[in-house]
Antibody
Framework: QVQLQESGPGLVKPSETLSLTCTVS??????????WSWIRQPPGKGLEWIGY???????NYNPSLKSRVTFSVDTSKNQFSLKLSSVTAADTAVYYC?????????????WGQGTLVTVSS | QTVVTQEPSFSVSPGGTVTLTCGLS?????????PSWYQQTPGQAPRTLIY???TRSSGVPDRFSGSILGNKAALTITGAQADDESDYYC??????????FGGGTKLTVL
């Protein structure tokens, strides 16, 4: 079955750029039936939708983060990535990647296990 | 800005029934919002319970059900068990490729 795994630095300095990668196994990021999403969860708080990317490179971002977020996809490595610039402590969160099933049954499944990113000097 | 509302917390007795809701600040929730529900225990990734309003994800016990109740999406747990004690999140599709998560409901079973 499809599995997703996030990877990247666990500590980022304020004002720098947070970079994470999600590796997809058991399936192809190039499938036209799915989008690929990033979601985050600050410690002790709820989930926040960051956005999604299609294998073609088309994207949609949360308007509150749009000015700082960039997604990319590497079909040769079966990966997709997130970059969040000018980070502050408010960007400290567990970052999840997830597959978006874009059929008549829109939903998120599966999810990666998540990776904690702390923004601190 | 669209806000998705959920009860911050709820309590249910073992064996009891509880209904959690998911509303929209801008109006009514319908099947066109493709409401889906996720269960999250501490330190774990969310697990899909219900999608497209009322479709149970594979392996989800049938004590979990989804519906539209009035102007909200609803998740009902019938015959609650101790291991149902979790955080529950809904997410709604609000159109034009945008999604919004609710703030989550912390369910206590006692």
């Amino acid at each position: 079955q499809v599995q997703l795994q996030e990877s990247g630095p666990g500590l980022v300095k304020p004002s720098e750029t947070l970079s994470l990668t999600c590796t997809v196994s058991g399936g192809s990021v190039s499938s036209g039936s799915y989008y690929w999403s990033w979601i985050r969860q600050p410690p002790g708080k709820g989930l926040e939708w960051i956005g999604y990317i299609f294998y073609s490179g088309s994207t949609n971002y949360n308007p509150s983060l749009k000015s700082r977020v960039t997604f990319s996809v590497d079909t040769s490595k079966n990966q997709f990535s997130l970059k969040l610039s000018s980070v502050t402590a408010a960007d400290t969160a567990v970052y999840y990647c997830a597959r978006v099933i874009m059929t008549s049954n829109l939903h998120y499944d599966p999810w990666g296990q998540g990776t904690l990113v702390t923004v601190s000097s | 800005q669209t806000v998705v509302t959920q009860e911050p917390s709820f309590s249910v007795s073992p064996g009891g029934t509880v209904t959690l809701t998911c509303g929209l600040s801008s109006g009514s929730v319908s099947s066109s919002n493709y409401p889906s529900w996720y269960q999250q225990t501490p330190g774990q990734a969310p697990r899909t319970l219900i999608y497209s309003t009322n479709t149970r994800s594979s392996g989800v016990p049938d004590r979990f059900s989804g519906s539209i109740l009035g102007n909200k999406a609803a998740l009902t747990i019938t015959g609650a068990q101790a291991d149902d004690e979790s955080d529950y999140y809904c997410v709604l599709y609000i159109g034009s490729g945008f999604w919004v998560f609710g703030g989550g409901t912390k369910l206590t079973v006692l």
